[in-house]
Structures are given as structure tokens and as C-alpha cells.
């Protein structure tokens, strides 16, 4: 059964760069079936899409967010990671990541992350 | 970027009911891109439907999806206590999107 954990600070100065880690357990990142993807949920707020990746390496990122965000994929740690550079209060959310299973008949986020909450904060 | 509009944003029902919710994109698209999520505090989302009407693995079968070009539908046939929460609709378009969420809650 494939699993994801989120990594990484739990406090991030202002100006600063966010960086968090997601772990994937029990199945290979490489599977060309699924993209890999970032939410976040600030408090009291929806849901955001942050942006996805593909094995191949391949991005796509929210234009609210694109200026800002970078996901990369390392394959030989089945793990992808999120960086948002100049972070500001704004930015405080709880972080998701999740698998984008690709299928003929559509596409879902079937397996997520338990989330991580992420302070911007001095 | 296409925008989802959820509607209503709260839904008051009692268990045992039948709740409906919208989904309205602002453009055409394709029902292969269009998924629902449930969402419960403290937990991760969890996909219900992809593909507009395909329920995802171990969903139960009170929960229906259906809907093409701007208009979609989620629908829960009987309210059980546990389905009490905020569900969103998803779009896999040129940018991913989220509409802005419904919550169905306990009347």
C-alpha cells in the first residue's frame, strides 16, 4: 500500500525559503501512471493546488504561485520535493502532498500525505 | 485559468437526507478532468470521484457524480453521520484548480 509523508520545518522566517519533502513508501516514484503534487490549506481557508510533477521531471505550477514555487523529483530517494522562496505570513498553511493516479477514465488524488502545518513567523 | 464555483457554500440537512451540490466551471471541460474530495478537519482529503462519475476504490455507492460541460453533481443519496464535512470539486485543466468548497452540516 502506497504511502506519502510530508518533511521539514514546521517555522519559516519571512523572506525566507520553504522547503518540505514528501516520501513516497510502497511503490516506486518512477511509475509512469501518476503525477506527484502540493496543497496546502490555510487556516479557515480551501483547499489550494501548489503545482505537480511528472517522473519525467516535467512541472506545472499555480500562476499565483509560479513566480515563487519549484517541485523537483529525486528517484533515487522516491521523494519529491517543494521550495516557495520569499515567504510571507501569507504563506502559513498545512501542506499536503499527493499522488495523481492517471487513468483512462480520469484523473484523481488518491493518496495523500497526512499534511504538515507550516508557520511563517520571526 | 478556469475558475469552479461551488454552490451552495453551506448545506444544512439532517442524517437520512439527500444532499446535492454544484459544481459550475467557467468554461467547457472535460468530464475525464473533473474529481470530487471530501475533507474532514484534521484529516487529509479523500477522493471520492474522478472522471465526473467514477467512484474512487472502497467509496460507498450513496455517493453519485454526474455533470459534463460546465455543470457537475455531487450527490449523496442518504446522509450517514460520518459524511458530514466540506467537499470540494477539482479540475485537471491547463492549471489545477479547486472550487471553493461546500460544507454539508448537521441541521
Known amino acids: 500500500q502506497v504511502q506519502l509523508q510530508e518533511s521539514g520545518p514546521g517555522l519559516v522566517k519571512p523572506s525566507q525559503t520553504l522547503s518540505l519533502t514528501c516520501t513516497v513508501s510502497?511503490?516506486?516514484?518512477?511509475?509512469?501512471?501518476?503525477?506527484w503534487t502540493w496543497i496546502r490549506q490555510p487556516a479557515g481557508k480551501g483547499l489550494e493546488w501548489i503545482g505537480r510533477i511528472y517522473t519525467s521531471g516535467s512541472t506545472n505550477y499555480n500562476p499565483s504561485l509560479k513566480s515563487r514555487v519549484t517541485i523537483s523529483v529525486d528517484t533515487s530517494k522516491n521523494q519529491f520535493s517543494l521550495n516557495l522562496s520569499s515567504v510571507t505570513a501569507a504563506d502559513t498553511a498545512v501542506y499536503y502532498c499527493?499522488?495523481?493516479?492517471?487513468?483512462?477514465?480520469?484523473?484523481?488524488?488518491?493518496?495523500w500525505g497526512q499534511g504538515t502545518t507550516v508557520t511563517v513567523s520571526s | 485559468e478556469i475558475v469552479l464555483t461551488q454552490s451552495p457554500g453551506t448545506l444544512s440537512l439532517s442524517p437520512g437526507e439527500r444532499a446535492t451540490l454544484s459544481c459550475r466551471a467557467g468554461q467547457s471541460v472535460s468530464s475525464t478532468f473533473l474529481a470530487w474530495y471530501q475533507h474532514k478537519p484534521g484529516q487529509a482529503p479523500r477522493l471520492l470521484i474522478y472522471?465526473?462519475?467514477n467512484r474512487a476504490t472502497g467509496i460507498p455507492d450513496r455517493f453519485s457524480g454526474s455533470g459534463s460541460g460546465t455543470d457537475f453533481t455531487l450527490t449523496i443519496s442518504r446522509l450517514e453521520p460520518e459524511d458530514f464535512a466540506v467537499y470540494y470539486c477539482q479540475l485537471y485543466g491547463t492549471s489545477w484548480t479547486f472550487g471553493q468548497g461546500t460544507k454539508v452540516e448537521i441541521k
Open positions: 499527493a499522488r495523481v493516479s492517471i487513468t483512462i477514465l480520469g484523473y484523481g488524488m488518491d493518496v
Open positions: 472522471g465526473a462519475s
Open positions: 510502497g511503490g516506486s516514484i518512477s511509475n509512469d501512471s501518476f503525477y
